[in-house]
């Protein structure tokens, strides 16, 4: 930061000028800059210089974050904000994740449940998911942690349609799971992008009819994760099911 205050025609008379010292570095989403960038977090100490000499010393500075492309210093809170990068693996997840729910509430016997599930996790990013791989996915889970199909009451597996009855959507591994993939993410959405995901996942348990009581539980999650209030969430499923 160049000295301030009155000056001459050559040089500064008397001002404040700030010495930087760097304490961190990384990636970030730059707001300058629009895009992913590296960045140096910095504090300093300010000092009153007088005909270019520091004297008094004006107490701290920072801590900022400098971006090493356009050097605008930021507050640190804009490290809050996920890179690009990872802003597109958060929503693949969350995608993913959702569509795992909904088939392990379902069941993935309709060949259109399973369809609907793997057109909306390719679309997210995940193109070279197959049937095959979430329905692996989901007995392995359950056979190792049980945490997506784990919230049977006596539950098996997907086979026979496990998953209709004995659901508990609420303070079981099922609402971890889609807790810790979608509340991270929800405050970087707008509205709209938060409802697409309760969408993507409402098309996908109405793709072989009405919304049976497990799926309209996981759906119900879906949203609280969301942060979307709960008639919201009513009045979105209530219009997927209208157009489906």
């Known amino acids: 930061m160049h000295a301030q205050g009155r000056s001459g025609p050559d040089r500064c008379v008397v001002g404040v000028r700030t010495v930087w010292r760097t304490v961190g570095d990384g990636e970030f989403y730059c707001p300058g800059c629009g895009g992913d960038r590296n960045y140096r977090r910095r504090t300093g100490r300010r000092r009153l210089v007088v005909f270019g000499v520091p004297l008094l010393p004006r107490g701290p500075a920072g801590p900022v974050v400098e ?129 697409s995901i309760l969408l993507q996942g409402a098309r996908i348990a109405l793709a072989d009819g009405p919304y049976r009581p497990a799926e309209r539980e996981v759906l119900a999650t879906v949203g609280r994760a969301l942060l979307i209030c709960p008639e919201d969430t009513d009045r979105l499923l209530a219009a997927a099911r209208t157009q489906s």
């Open 67 to 195: 971006c090493t492309a356009c050097r605008v210093h930021h507050q640190v809170d804009v490290l809050d904000h996920p890179t690009t990068t990872r802003f597109s693996a958060m929503l693949r997840d969350a995608v993913h994740t959702v569509a795992l729910a909904v088939l392990a509430a379902g069941g993935t016997e309709a060949r259109t449940v399973r369809r609907a599930a793997v057109g909306a996790v390719r679309a997210a990013g995940f193109v070279d998911c197959s049937e095959e791989q979430l329905i692996t996915l989901i007995e392995a889970l359950a056979a190792d942690t049980g945490r997506l199909p784990g919230m049977y009451a006596g539950g098996t597996g997907l086979g026979g349609g496990c998953g209709r009855d004995g659901f508990d959507p609420r303070g079981t591994a099922l609402a971890i799971e889609l807790h810790e993939a979608l509340e991270p993410l929800a405050p970087h959405l707008q509205p709209a992008g938060r409802e």
